[in-house]
C-alpha cells in the first residue's frame, strides 16, 4: 500500500489477539444475558456475538493457512 509503513505486532501479541476477541466477546455476552434492559442487552449482545465469531474466524483461517504452507511449502501464492 501507498504510504503505510511496515509496523508489525510481536509475536506474543499476534497470538493472542483472536483470543481476546473471543474473550472480549463471550464477556459482552454473559453482561447482555445478565442486564435487565432490552436495549442494553441489545447493544452489549452484537458486539459480544461479533467478537466471538470474529475470534474464531481468525483462529481457523490461521490454522488453516499453517496447514496449507506446511503441505505445500512457501510459495508467492501464500505470501
Known sequence: MG???EQRLS???YEALPWLYILCGLA???ASYLTRSHVMSFVLGLPGLV???GG???LLRRREFRRLRA???E???FK
Open 71 to 73: 503441505t505445500y511449502g
Open 75 to 77: 510459495t508467492k501464492e
Open 11 to 13: 509475536r506474543p501479541v
Open 28 to 30: 459482552a455476552l454473559v
Open 3 to 5: 504510504g503505510m509503513s
Open 51 to 53: 467478537a466471538t465469531v
Open 56 to 58: 474464531l474466524v481468525v
